[in-house]
């Protein structure tokens, strides 16, 4: 059984920089596609980014794209989101998600079926 857990998220304000991170046990770690999604208060959960197994390539989605840096280190079993200029509209829950099967990077929850519990970030205007 995949283990995941998210590094403790944080109030910061709008232009702030904020990295999150998402450490992996019970599993082979390079094996699995990640991803990390957000769900805002009264909205459904949606895709920030995803990275393949190697580390190489990652996809953004449209709303985080230039801003945030999504990479992993397989010798730390340790997947990470690099979010710079934080907007007021980046406030959520960041979940971390794992794929255990297959080399493709996909966008739907239904594709991940391993969830970290998730990390308040915060962006104050």
């Known amino acids: 059984q995949v283990q995941l857990v998210e590094s403790e998220g944080g109030l910061v304000r709008t232009g702030d920089s904020l990295r999150l991170s998402c450490v992996a046990s019970g599993g082979t770690f390079s094996t699995y596609v990640l991803a990390w999604f957000r769900q805002a208060p009264g909205k459904e959960r949606e895709f920030v980014a995803a990275?393949?197994?190697?580390?190489?390539?990652?996809f953004n989605g449209e709303l985080v794209k230039g801003r945030f840096t999504i990479s992993r280190d397989n010798a730390k079993s340790t997947m990470y989101l690099t979010m710079n200029n934080l907007k007021p509209e980046d406030t959520a829950v960041y979940y971390c998600?794992?794929?255990?099967?297959?080399?493709?990077?996909?966008?739907?929850?239904?594709?991940?079926?391993?969830w970290g519990q998730g990390t308040q970030v915060t962006v104050s205007s």
């Open positions: 998600a794992a794929r255990s099967a297959g080399w493709v990077i996909l966008t739907m929850m239904s594709d991940y079926n391993y």
């Open positions: 990275i393949s197994r190697t580390g190489s390539p990652t």
